[in-house]
T-cell receptor, first 115, second 109 residues
Framework: ETGVTQTPRHLVMGMTNKKSLKCEQHLGHNAMYWYKQSAKKPLELMFVYNFKEQTENNSVPSRFSPECPNSSHLFLHLHTLQPEDSALYLC??????????????FGPGTRLTVL | KNEVEQSPQNLTAQEGEFITINCSYSVGISALHWLQQHPGGGIVSLFMLSSGKKKHGRLIATINIQEKHSSLHITASHPRDSAVYICAVDSNTGNQFYFGTGTSLTVIP
């Protein structure tokens, strides 16, 4: 247990569906992250929130929409996804912002399959 | 070319063997991380280091800043060490975090 939980753990959706991934951290951290992990590729940073403010959006398609209502919760809203979006989506949190020598704590991930 | 390169990509070892996984990076860094990812996806941070050497149980991590290289060693390997080991770096410019593609380790009883 890392103190970061993600739901659901597995999700299968059609290209016309709308779904949301949820992440919650119980560590009192100020920064939260969404990563995408595809087979044989490095983790890709998608979004960063620092003190609930989005600070990074690494050219992620608009069919992915993040939401951070408070420093403990992070959502990733999904709509009209493509099959190539199938991947493991990982949430992480850290006390301070990435790049400041802060250890990140990862959730277990959501395995997403888009049909 | 990825900013962080790991070798080998895949590694199979007999239980009890000494294992070394290597990481080279091309950017200036403030810290380097070794992460462990078990089947099923969850990632656990093993080490964060910016110089020298750290040890935790049977795991040892070293870093050579001048050579931009780090190694992760596992002594007396065990089947439960089977996982993907990922090297990642905090860039010291621009608040960037770069990941290697991981080394898949299988330890056979």
């Amino acid at each position: 247990e890392t103190g970061v939980t993600q739901t659901p753990r597995h999700l299968v959706m059609g290209m016309t569906n709308k779904k949301s991934l949820k992440c919650e951290q119980h560590l009192g951290h100020n920064a939260m992250y969404w990563y995408k992990q595809s087979a044989k590729k490095p983790l890709e940073l998608m979004f960063v929130y620092n003190f609930k403010e989005q600070t990074e959006n690494n050219s992620v398609p608009s069919r992915f929409s993040p939401e951070c209502p408070n420093s403990s919760h992070l959502f990733l809203h999904l709509h009209t996804l493509q099959p190539e979006d199938s991947a493991l989506y990982l949430c992480a949190s850290s006390q301070g912002y990435v790049g400041s020598n802060n250890e990140q704590f990862f959730g277990p991930g959501t395995r997403l399959t888009v049909l | 070319k990825n900013e962080v390169e790991q070798s080998p990509q895949n590694l199979t070892a007999q239980e009890g063997e000494f294992i070394t996984i290597n990481c080279s990076y091309s950017v200036g860094i403030s810290a380097l991380h070794w992460l462990q990812q078990h089947p099923g996806g969850g990632i656990v941070s093993l080490f964060m280091l910016s110089s020298g050497k750290k040890k935790h149980g049977r795991l040892i991590a070293t870093i050579n800043i001048q050579e931009k290289h780090s190694s992760l060693h596992i002594t007396a390997s065990h089947p439960r060490d089977s996982a993907v080991y990922i090297c990642a770096v905090d860039s010291n410019t621009g608040n960037q975090f770069y990941f290697g593609t991981g080394t898949s380790l299988t330890v056979i009883p």
